[in-house]
């Protein structure tokens, strides 16, 4: 019945006193959507709380909140969506690719004027807690063919999604690749 939704997978947790902050921000504010910054832990989420720099949370335009948050997207914890901009998507259209969240955050971001991004840690996140799907098929063919889809549907800008390309590549993938070769041989 509210204007928002979060999908929030089981495995993953809030970091102390971070949902009230998020619940006054979004009691009055119409954002497309919200992205609550995550980190990763092995064991004790209080404990591995990574440094924070004191960035400052805000308001940021829709190219802009898409590329920051780029593939994080995909990480349904870290998004809340506002539902009342897509009343008219059926989310079993989406089945299928592993990524329905981000078709949802994608229809709703692009019916905006604007999204809120957390630069604090928000959601802690079990690491290495994740699996049953082929990584490269599902970040790389799945997640870019979502994007292209919403290219050529004029709903976000060539540029856009080259940016968010380039900072998958740039800084996701080689953590992946490092990570297959000598955490998981």
Partial sequence: SGRYVHIFCDDDIYY???????LEEIKEKDYGSVFLR???FYKDHEKEYPINLNYKSGPQKTDDFLVRIS????LASAIIINKSLIT?????DYCGTNLVQVNLLLDAVTRSE??????D????????????????DIFINKFSSILQNYVEKGLIS???????????IKCFFPSYIFRSIFYLN
Avoid: E, H, W
Avoid at 71 to 74: D, F
Avoid at 158 to 168: E, H, P
């Fill in 16 to 22: 102390k006193n971070t949902l009230q902050r998020v």
């Fill in 38 to 40: 995550p980190y990763g």
């Fill in 71 to 74: 593939i994080q997207m995909t």
């Fill in 88 to 92: 008219d998507v059926d989310a079993n």
């Fill in 114 to 119: 604007s999204c809120y991004y957390f630069k």
């Fill in 121 to 136: 840690y928000i959601i802690a996140i079990q690491k290495n807690n994740s699996g049953g799907y082929d990584l490269y």
């Fill in 158 to 168: 060539k540029k856009t999604k080259q940016k968010i390309d380039f900072k998958n």
